[in-house]
Nanobody, 120 residues
């Protein structure tokens, strides 16, 4: 069973920075895409950023230029560097990994989430 464990959340003032980590129990090169999602209180879970096995990244418009997704293969860890944080970034952030299986539906793996609160 694959495990994803997020860390790095916390309380930060507007304009501040945080770096989230997602430690994976399997070689992350095994996953075709990894991503960060977030879920604000009372709202649905939304995609924040993705990173493919080929190191191609995408971001939702609201975080472009402020957030950076990256990974260190040797550490089996996915990161999300968040700068210029805003109160609207307040949410629980989840790590996601996608395992493609030929001829079958993909396996999706999720972490338990780490809470980020942006407030003065």
């Amino acid at each position: 069973q694959v495990q994803l464990v997020e860390s790095g959340g916390g309380l930060v003032q507007p304009g501040g920075s945080l770096r989230l980590s997602c430690a994976v129990s399997r070689n992350i090169l095994y996953f075709q895409t990894m991503a960060w999602y977030r879920q604000a209180p009372g709202k649905q879970r939304n995609l924040v950023a993705t990173l493919t096995n080929g190191d191609y990244s995408t971001y939702t418009d609201s975080v472009k230029g402020r957030f950076t997704i990256s990974k260190v293969n040797a550490e089996n860890t996915l990161y999300l560097e968040m700068n210029s944080l805003k109160p609207d970034d307040t949410a629980v952030y989840f790590c996601n990994a996608v395992e493609l299986r030929p001829g079958k539906s993909p396996n999706l793996y999720w972490g338990q989430g780490t809470e980020v609160t942006v407030s003065s």
